[in-house]
């Protein structure tokens, strides 16, 4: 059995309020035109920057330092909080289906043989993010699966694509839904019935997160269920050429198409018999679809149709709800995270974020884990997001409101711990919109003044960092680090995290005086920080946590 008690630190004291700042999107990168950070007025930030540099440090968020299969790995929200709060490194759902992929396991699995059930007399639907951005899904994953799935008996294969432009560049759709095709077709000719039967803009189609906009995942169902949307055409491909040939088109938010046949017919609507697997291995945008398909009870939206169908997900994407069900490969269990030895050892908690990122702070954070540890130690305020609007049209979002939230907890005294993410320069930062990006770094900078005046008032501590860089580069560079410029010459727009690294800044009237980062630490990373917090606590942390970065120097 785990014994949560926490050793006590040897110099740093009990009771401090400690505050923990996560910049959604806000890594360091060379001060130019397409850094929004430097472009923006962001005097605070500029300032732990500036200040005593054993109180700022720059830690790796991105690649096999947060559990990603490569250091080519950009950084995401999902990895970078789960290493923060679990101060472990854990192979993320990317690692483990390209492992359960080379070995073979995914198909002797129990998921696998779960709807191959169904391959005899019903279709194979495959919904999920067709890009190789490896955040929420990877193409050649998807590639392997539709093959093997084949290979095992599928006889009629439909893919349901979601189109990105979030974690890769706008306008890679098309190549995308090229590479399928060539596939499905190939797989024709060897008497496999296989097609993409409809698709979307997963910003507009099916991936919405945290119960932000249900709408979303009703088009997705209209489409992808009942075979029913605006747009039909003969081929994905022509589909994506034609959306994206209409003016401000853009593959984050493409409307939703069905793929029809020669009577006009959808191809591939969902129905009794057939089974479905969603090929995310990210939870977040992927949990709402899940509980469509699989819940029996559900209000969200009118289904119109609950086909009785075979689902597995790529992976489980909640633990607790066990949802889905079934599951292709088994996610990564992340336990004893910081947040539970923490609450297990008295550290009353706040956390807080607006919807778009509320599950970040909470979710992710606590290793994927919905809920409170003690109800009566933790509270968790979500701030409504605005939607159904892209970030570049409200680029202060609700910094501001978080902030005063934030604020009245620290006052109120009932905490130990306030834990918050600012999402504006990655939100804004994915909408491509530099001026806007700029805005909302001011407008996250200030929310962060309003939170730190609050801590000096209270006497307590900060750890101000982030989870992975974007805001910092809005451009795709070459390998001399230039602007890579397209086939007409013109430089292309980075809609993406980045794999630049983040800051950690630590200060505040109740940091004892002799704390500093260490230097001797091999290339720290975003799990280094949980260790730290507890530190920050006046705890150690568990022995097989990631190190602290800090060190006490007698003072
Ligand atoms: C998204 O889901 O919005 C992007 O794919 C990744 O962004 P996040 O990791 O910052 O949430
Ligand atoms: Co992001």
Redesign the pocket.
Known sequence: ATSWTLPDHPKLPKGKLVTIIVL??WGEATADQYNCIHRAETPVMDSLKNGAPEKWTLVKAHGTAVGLPSDDDMG???V?HNALGAGRIFAQGAKLVDAALASGKIWEDEGFNYIKESFAEGTLHLIGLLSD?G??SRLDQVQLLVKGASERGAKRIRLHILTDG??VLDGSSVGFVETIENDLAQLREKGVDARVASGGGRMYVT?D?YENDWGVVKRGWDAQVLGEAPYKFKSALEAVKTLRAEPKANDQYLPPFVIVDESGKSVGPIVDGDAVVTFNFRA??MVMLAKALEFADFDKFDRVRVPKIKYAGMLQYDGELKLPNKFLVSPPLIERTSGEYLVKNGVRTFACSETV?FG?VTFFWNGNRSGYFDETKEEYIEIPSDSGITFNEQPKMKALEIAEKTRDAILSGKFDQVRINLPNG??VG?TGDIEATVVACKAADEAVKIVLDAVEKVGGIYLVTA??G?AEDMVKRNKSGQPALDKSGSIQILTS?TLQPVPVAIGGPGLHPGVKFRTDINTPGLANVAATVMNLHGFLAPDDFETTLIEVADK
């Open positions: 959604d999107g995401n929200s999902e970078g951005g955040v929420h979030r974690d991936m997160r977040d945008r990122k970040h990655d939100m994915h989870d992975h974007n995290h």
